[in-house]
């Protein structure tokens, strides 16, 4: 019994009429990524915010509990939880120092400037250049 013999058992019992339609592969584009660290850095300090609120929020749940409690333990989860809410503050600031420095302006000047300095009197320094000296001039 072939394929096609199941479907037409089917049909029948069902009393419908069916038809093979051919498929055609629907290929999907990813979508594209936007390169735009603005947008990136404000949704990075909406979560860091929310994150840092969040603990502050878990922080005085978890300090009431150490203290109704005593438990070692949670005050061991505190100082934890307190840890984790300050690196997540540290993080926003780290952020921020990035975005400082993507926005600046990169500086193309010179980065050493060599000056030349004569100490002396313009008595010496015309019998300088008269001998040549500093003109590089061999007589």
């Known amino acids: 019994m072939t394929n096609i013999e199941k479907y037409d058992a089917i049909e029948k019992s069902l009393n419908i009429e069916t038809k093979i339609v051919s498929q055609e592969k629907i290929i999907e584009s990813s979508p594209k990524i936007e390169n735009d660290p603005q947008k990136d850095y404000e949704y990075s300090r ?25 438990h070692p333990r949670a005050y061991e989860v505190a100082g934890q939880l307190i840890k984790s809410v300050g690196d997540v503050t540290d993080k926003l600031l780290d952020l921020q120092k990035k ?41």
């Open 46 to 70: 909406g979560n860091l915010y929310n994150l840092i609120s969040k603990g502050q929020e878990a922080i005085d749940g978890i300090l009431e509990l150490a203290q109704e409690s005593g």
């Open 99 to 139: 975005m400082r420095d993507l926005d600046a302006p990169t500086k193309n000047g010179p980065t050493t400037v060599n000056n030349a300095l004569f100490v002396g009197s313009t008595s010496e320094l015309s019998k300088l250049i008269k001998q040549g000296l500093l003109n590089n001039i061999e007589e």
